[in-house]
């Protein structure tokens, strides 16, 4: 004789996305991986237009043409933008790797810094790429 006994599980379950308020080091580390995404993605563009820069001086004059154009200017800060948050960020690690804000506040009050500082140096970057 087997009893079916059914468990109610005490764990609460919230499965809507919206209402999931995740700390500042989450939103810190997920930046992180998508900007690695975006450019290893952005690789074979940049390649290209090395390539292409590099064959001729024709080749060079149509990519510095392609990026005159306000699309592409907003494309090449994108890349750009993630290039600067991955390496700021990946300082950060590294300084965790040397012992530098292992604990819970430091880890915190680094993430804080690696957003603000990327926020100034993309604000800048944009300046200067138009």
């Not at 209402?19 to 997920?30: D, E, K, M, N, Q």
């Not at 600067?84 to 680094?110: C, F, K, N, Q, T």
């Amino acid at each position: 004789m087997s009893v079916n006994i059914a468990v109610k599980s005490k764990r609460p379950v919230n499965l809507d996305l919206r209402t999931i308020r995740l700390p500042v080091t989450a939103y810190s580390s997920i930046a992180h991986r998508i900007s690695g995404v975006i450019l290893f993605i952005a690789i074979a563009a940049l390649l290209w237009m090395l390539d292409r820069s590099l064959s001729s001086e024709s080749g060079f004059e149509q990519v510095g043409a392609i990026l005159q154009h306000p699309l592409a200017k907003l494309t090449l800060w994108v890349i750009l933008s993630a290039l600067l948050y991955h390496l700021v960020a990946g300082i950060r690690h590294l300084l965790m790797d040397a012992g530098l804000g292992e604990s819970l506040e430091g880890g915190i009050l680094g993430a804080k810094v690696v957003l603000v500082l990327s926020a100034v140096l993309i604000v800048l970057l944009g300046v200067w790429i138009w």
